[in-house]
């Protein structure tokens, strides 16, 4: 709430032809491991944004990116390492740990043991993405922004086509 209503979002959409909402980062490098863009945070950005920016105006901010956390995470100390989907993949394989997918969050996450130190990692993937598209739909935002694009994952951009290009009959 006050991240996001401490900005008069109302005079920001008056003054701009479009904005994107940063709605990433609630899982962060100094923060406690959790979804960098869980859906259930990331839709109360979004409405409360159309309540005062017309949709067509907004992008959803959608990170590129995940966290791998060193465990127990203590505050002030701990610190993630930033880490790509194809790399959080990788690592869910080599260490034989099941990619779970939080429901409220609509977001993958593990944890894997390395040189004693169990570790935390919050990630996105298709179904994530997926998730995310159809919130923008839903809402009828004018689409979406990438943070982070040079972490590579071919399954965005094919969701992406699929579910706003081909749809809509663009080629």
Known sequence: G???EGVDYRLLGAAANRVMLMTYEWGYTYGPP???AP???VRRVAEYAISEIPAEKISLGIPNYGYDWPLPYVR???KATTIGTLEAIQLAIDHGVEIRFDETAQSPYF???QYGVQ???WFEDVRSLQAKFRL???LGLSGVGYWQLMRYFRANWLLLEEMFVRERGYR
């Open 2 to 4: 006050l991240l996001y």
């Open 119 to 121: 570790h935390e990692v």
């Open 39 to 41: 859906l259930n945070m």
């Open 76 to 78: 002030g100390t701990t």
């Open 111 to 113: 944890r894997y043991w």
């Open 136 to 138: 923008v739909k839903e």
């Open 34 to 36: 959790m979804a960098v």
